[in-house]
Nanobody
Framework: QVQVVESGGGSVQAGGSLRLSCTVS????????MGWFRQAPGKEREGISC????????YYTDSVKGRFTISRDNAKSTLYLQMNTLEFEDTAMYYC???????????????????WGQGTRVTVSS
């Protein structure tokens, strides 16, 4: 059984930083691309970043480019999202997801990701 568990969310002031982690069990993570999605209150879920199976290819949506950094450690079956210079608009539930294939294929589509975590909440106060 595949389990995806996010952690690292919390409350922070604008301009601050958080680092999200996502641990996956029950799956050989090194074969799959992975992504981070978020859903703000009253808005649709959006894909914000993904990383290919080997970590050498990444994608960022424009709103987080230059502020967020995605990385992975396949040996630890863990995905990370370093979030710097956080803005009020970054307030959302953040979800980690495992892609069905090895490569990111932006734009990110939820249907391409087969395993999801329960999410971790990020609240940025202005």
């Amino acid at each position: 059984q595949v389990q995806v568990v996010e952690s690292g969310g919390g409350s922070v002031q604008a301009g601050g930083s958080l680092r999200l982690s996502c641990t996956v069990s029950g799956l050989r993570l090194g074969n799959y691309a992975m992504g981070w999605f978020r859903q703000a209150p009253g808005k649709e879920r959006e894909g914000i970043s993904c990383i290919a199976w080997h970590g050498g290819s990444t994608y960022y949506t424009d709103s987080v480019k230059g502020r967020f950094t995605i990385s992975r450690d396949n040996a630890k079956s863990t995905l990370y999202l370093q979030m710097n210079t956080l803005e009020f608009e970054d307030t959302a539930m953040y979800y980690c997801a495992v892609h069905s294939g090895s490569w990111c294929d932006p734009p990110m589509r939820s249907s391409d990701y087969h395993y999801w975590g329960q999410g971790t909440r990020v609240t940025v106060s202005s």
